[in-house]
């Protein structure tokens, strides 16, 4: 068996590493991707959870939040066509019109 | 209606008038406003009188009713408490009345002056005050109608106030009335340190089971009454705070008749004689005030002698006369005192009113020197002016003679230096007779000084000579009260105030009768002295002169108002400018605030930059927040850990 | 004693995160997605090896196949290249990473300091059926099941206004 300690901390482990992904990274689609990234761990926490409390709730929770992130990862990468097409690059640090 | 029970009708309708002449005067005839103005005080003068037959009728107890509480603090309560009793009967009869009267003269002298309604305003206003002040059962009461009415002095005093002279001088009377302030205002906090409260009852009554202090010991009663006598010196014009009543002159007559002679000025003798008690045990106080008293008596007197304007020479006369007030007080003869603000209050007001009527006469001339034969043309002006000059200077059976001999009889006979004081009291007697009948001669005698073309002299409407003829008429007859005491009589007046004084100061024994008979013909044989020398001085034809040494010396009031600027007011103004407004208002107050503002904007200018429109430090400003608040919910969780090393 | 579950565990797990190191690696974006799908099919795994079979199916079918290729498509679409390295953001260079790894550190410790208060786990398979998801699904979640429907058509919409073409 293994305990749900171990599911928690790879969990811990990956969301840290999708935000050392979101800062370090700088092309808009690896930063979608690093979000993605921390979606993931937040559902393995869930489903890890829900194993340990032997109730389905947090597998409900895991389809929501899959379907969270598809529509989500939709309408994203629609902006970032657009964005990407208005700014020529695909920079983040280039999206920079709020600057002062 | 038993206006005993009510005694607060008697102020209120003055203000009543005030406020109705004050908010819708200027739209009303000269006709409305006087009705207004002369109704309230009249009305007002009948229910003091009423308020006095009830009291006598009552068998004289003295009476006192607490209307509201004002402040109550702890244990301090400071109610809106009115008394009457038999010196408040003389004071109450002596406002009203003459204040009614001067009232009826104004409604003469003002008749051509713009801004006619706010003058009644501010007489009736003053009129509250006063009443206020003369009513109250306690120091803070009593010493709110002694601001108001330095307030309706200074309103009145720059009534003209378009006139810069004038408006300086009511800020004058202010600002010097506010220093004697300051002490009264400590003198009370002293009180009510000493006694716990500062209403008369109680604090009088505590005062007389203290021991009294010896002459030359400064305990605290003395103190508190040397500070109380500070306050008196400002408002009842003394030396050093005189300096505010010759400037006064600028207000219209009628304001220096009724608020500089017959009311305002003795608001701070009847502090001191209501607080009679507090001075009897404190033999210091009351020496000081004798000197200070019989001091400015003889000074104010010789700068009498030599003014040109009329209204100033009645200035300084003024100014004299109150001194004598103060010594009559200080050698412990307070219904001497009394009786002569009494009759100074008649006298004064129809010197006051006269030279009103004179200066009206002649088209606003004040200078005597232009002046001069009148006597003929405007004589029932003369005639009063004469009968006040006759009082002022003390000849029997005028009513100052009565009064002044008491003062005069009561000093000679006070220990220390007894003597000294009723020397200089006489000189000063003699002085007087000699400026009042130099004044009488300039004006009224001699060659007409004045262009015949240019004035046309007339004489004054009755409204201004009725009231002059009724307080002749008071002059003349307002000692004899006394009048029985010269002949091995009563001194009604005094026996009157004895409940209030007590009956140490009724004179007695054969020996003290005769010294005051020879003392009477030589205060008498004094006045004579003072005629004769201005008489011969006068009376012919008279050039002006020059004015040099000990003339100019007089004429410029002992560059008193000099040496004041110099010493005190240019450091104030210096200190002013360059440290309270450069160093604390502009550096300090500004500094702060704006300094607020510049420290605002620099941190604003600071934490701007996180707002660098970079995704990327935004996103790591996100981070920072979730350590934050992932921190703060796991607190409870995280910090064994922290500091319980690795498990 | 270690059990099978554990093997496999440990080795999904390396895996797992060898793709999200790689994710943040790789230069070329392409390359990060296909790192991407590593990490995901692992973490399909780990369902598994828990017990969730029919999330780790949703986790396939949905993540790997419609986002994924979602995200390969757009990157080819927009000829993605090499990711060139400015360093605009001073914060971002220099306080990032530290930050980054103190927020995994903390949610870490919090996990670890708290590991006595977990339940123990349940017995194997024995958890939940889909049957058991779908009945709770329509009965206690229905509303947040409506929504998310709703949710979808927005996005549906939304993603077609944005790839109108300007007439």
Request: one cysteine or more; proline letters at 3%.
């Amino acid at each position: 068996m293994v305990p749900t300690n171990y599911y928690l901390i790879l969990s811990a482990i990956l969301f840290g590493l999708g935000v050392l992904a979101f800062v370090f990274k700088r092309n808009i689609i690896t930063l979608f991707m690093a979000i993605e990234l921390m979606l993931n761990a937040v559902n393995l926490a869930f489903v890890a959870f829900s194993q340990a409390l032997g109730k389905p709730d947090g597998e409900v929770f895991v389809l929501f939040v899959i379907v969270v992130a598809a529509a989500e990862a939709a309408v994203g990468l629609g902006i970032i066509i657009l964005t990407a097409r208005n700014r020529r690059s695909l920079n983040v640090e280039h999206v920079n019109l709020l600057k002062l | 209606m038993p206006i005993l029970e009510n005694l607060w009708i008697i102020p209120l309708l003055p203000l009543l008038g005030s406020a109705i002449n004050g908010l819708f005067g200027a739209k009303w005839s000269k006709a409305v406003v006087n009705s207004v103005a002369l109704g309230s005080t009249g009305v007002s003068f009948l229910c003091a009188v009423e308020a006095v037959r009830e009291f006598l009728a009552g068998g004289s107890q003295p009476f006192r009713k607490e209307f509201f509480d004002w402040i109550v603090a702890g244990s301090f309560r400071a109610g809106f408490d009115l008394q009457l009793d038999q010196l408040t009967v003389v004071m109450l009869l002596v406002v009203t009345g003459v204040g009614f009267l001067i009232h009826i003269y104004s409604t003469g002298y003002m008749a051509h002056e713009g801004g006619y309604y706010r003058f009644f305003s501010y007489l009736n206003l003053f009129m509250f005050f006063m009443l206020i002040l003369v009513l109250a059962a306690n120091y803070v009461l009593l010493f709110v109608g002694w601001e108001g009415v330095g307030l309706c002095s200074y309103l009145l005093i720059g009534f003209y106030f378009l006139k810069k002279s004038a408006a300086d001088a009511g800020k004058k009377a202010f600002i010097v009335n506010r220093i004697g302030d300051f002490g009264f205002m400590l003198g009370m906090f002293l009180l009510f340190r000493s006694f716990g409260s500062l209403d008369f009852q109680t604090v009088f009554a505590k005062a007389a089971t203290w021991q009294p202090e010896a002459m030359g010991q400064f305990g605290t009663i003395t103190v508190a009454c040397i500070l109380l006598f500070v306050g008196a010196t400002g408002k009842s014009a003394q030396l050093p705070l005189y300096v505010w009543l010759p400037d006064a002159m600028e207000g219209p007559t009628p304001v220096s008749a009724l608020i500089h002679a017959a009311t305002m000025v003795t608001a701070g003798v009847y502090v001191v004689a209501r607080s009679h008690i507090l001075f009897s045990h404190a033999p210091t106080a009351m020496y000081i005030v004798a000197i200070v008293g019989c001091a400015t008596a003889f000074f104010a007197a010789t700068i009498g002698l030599v003014q040109s304007d009329i209204k100033k020479v009645l200035a300084y006369s003024t100014v004299s006369q109150l001194g004598y007030m103060f010594l009559a007080c200080g050698v412990g003869a307070f219904s001497a005192g009394i009786f002569h603000l009494m009759t100074h209050a008649f006298f004064k007001a129809l010197l006051f009113l006269s030279a009103g009527s004179v200066i009206h006469a002649m088209g606003g001339e004040q200078d005597m020197w232009n002046m001069g034969g009148l006597s003929k043309k405007i004589k029932a002006t003369y005639w009063c002016m004469l009968f006040g000059t006759i009082a002022i200077a003390g000849f029997p059976p005028f009513a100052a003679f009565f009064s002044k001999d008491s003062i005069l009889f009561a000093a000679y006979n006070s220990e220390k230096g007894g003597k000294v004081l009723y020397g200089v009291g006489l000189l000063a007697a003699v002085l007087t007779s000699f400026y009042m009948f130099r004044l009488i001669w300039l004006t009224f005698y001699g060659e007409n000084r004045y262009d015949e073309h240019r004035v046309h002299v007339h004489e004054s409407p009755g409204s201004m000579t009725g009231p002059l003829m009724i307080l002749a008429f008071l002059s003349l007859t307002g000692g004899w009260f006394a009048l029985p005491a010269l002949f091995g009589g009563k001194d009604y007046f005094a026996e009157f105030l004895s409940p209030v004084f007590g009956a140490a100061e009724a004179g007695g024994g054969e020996a003290a009768q005769s010294l005051e008979h020879i003392l009477s013909i030589v205060a008498v044989v004094a006045a004579t002295a003072g005629l004769l020398v201005a008489w011969r001085m006068y009376s012919k034809k008279v050039t002006r002169g020059t004015s040099e040494g000990v003339h100019k010396l007089l004429y410029n009031k002992y560059y008193v108002d000099e040496l004041y600027a110099a010493v005190v007011v240019r450091p104030l103004v210096w200190l002013s400018s360059n440290v309270l407004w450069k160093v604390v208002d502009a550096g300090m107050i500004d500094g702060a605030v704006n300094g607020a503002a510049d420290g605002a904007a620099a941190v604003g200018d600071a934490v701007r930059h996180a707002q660098s429109g970079n995704t990327r430090s935004y996103a790591v400003w996100v981070v920072v927040g979730a350590i934050v608040v992932i921190g703060i919910v796991f607190w409870p969780i995280l910090h064994p850990a922290l500091f319980g090393g690795v498990r | 004693m270690i059990s099978g579950a554990l093997v496999i565990f440990f080795v999904l797990a390396a895996l797992a995160v060898l793709g999200a190191v790689s994710l943040i690696l790789q230069s070329h974006p392409i390359h990060s997605a296909l790192s991407l799908i590593l990490v995901m099919v692992s973490l399909a795994g780990l369902y598994l090896l828990m017990g969730a079979e029919f999330i780790a199916a949703v986790q396939i079918i949905v993540y790997g196949g419609a986002v994924m290729v979602l995200f390969i498509f757009v990157i080819m679409l927009l000829n993605a290249g090499v990711e060139e390295r400015t360093n605009i953001s001073k914060l971002a260079t220099f306080a990032g990473v530290p930050l980054a790894l103190a927020l995994g550190g903390i949610i870490a410790a919090a996990i670890v300091r708290s590991s006595g208060h977990l339940p123990p786990p349940a017995a194997n398979g024995a958890m939940s059926s889909t049957r058991q998801l779908s009945m709770l699904l329509f009965s206690e979640f229905v509303y947040p099941f409506e929504l998310t429907s709703f949710l979808i058509l927005v996005a549906i919409l939304g993603a077609i206004v944005l790839a109108q073409r300007e007439n």
